[in-house]
């Protein structure tokens, strides 16, 4: 639309081991291809947001990078919807 390029946008739900919350969102607040990653209290500990071209982009950053740290439990992927 209009030449502008549209991005991938996904907010990512994390649940880390008891006690590693802090650590992990200092190691991944430290992460280039995740911006706004905040502390949340609940059942999930960390919200990550991730913009990246496409959505095989934003499964490689989930992968690759958030679910291969040690102490991270579960992740829970959410896509925006473009429209």
Known sequence: MGGRTRMAIGFVLIRTAP???IDLFHELEQCG???D???IFGEFDIIAKVDAP???A???V???IIRSKPGIEVTRTFLTYRH
């Open 58 to 60: 934003i499964n490689a």
């Open 37 to 39: 990653v905040t502390l």
């Open 62 to 64: 989930v992968l690759d």
């Open 54 to 56: 496409d959505e095989d």
């Open 33 to 35: 291809a995740l911006r």
């Open 19 to 21: 006690s590693l919350e």
